[in-house]
């Protein structure tokens, strides 16, 4: 017989403390993957501004240049959402499925 998960809706405390363990490893391998993008990217850039001088500069007024549009392009998107859902709810069926009972397996 194997072993129950979970009793009276809850985990075992040892295999609550070994997700909680997992996940932090998670988070400290994540941060430590953006930190060693962050700096491969530096010295990328370090790198072109020896080989090109003003690259470093270029690059950053180019990153402005596009986070500033993104930024504008979200608004955007977020205006026409709102003008569109204004005073009206809008509820959209799945192509796939005529209802949820549908969906479920439900018979009608």
């Known amino acids: 017989m194997k072993p129950r998960l979970i009793e009276n809706g809850r985990c075992p405390a040892d295999l609550e403390q ?3 363990t997992w996940l932090e490893d998670l988070h400290r391998s994540d941060e430590t993957f953006y930190q060693m993008m962050s700096l491969e990217l530096w010295s990328i ?42 005073g009206t709810i809008q509820l959209r069926s799945s192509p796939r499925h005529k209802s949820r009972r549908s969906l479920w397996g439900v018979a009608e």
């Open 45 to 86: 850039a370090q790198t072109m501004d020896e080989v090109i001088p003003g690259f470093w500069g270029k690059y950053m007024h180019n990153r402005q240049t596009i986070v500033q549009q993104h930024i504008r392009e979200r608004q955007n998107r977020s205006v026409q959402t709102s003008k569109r859902s204004e």
């Open 18 to 20: 070994s997700i909680v």
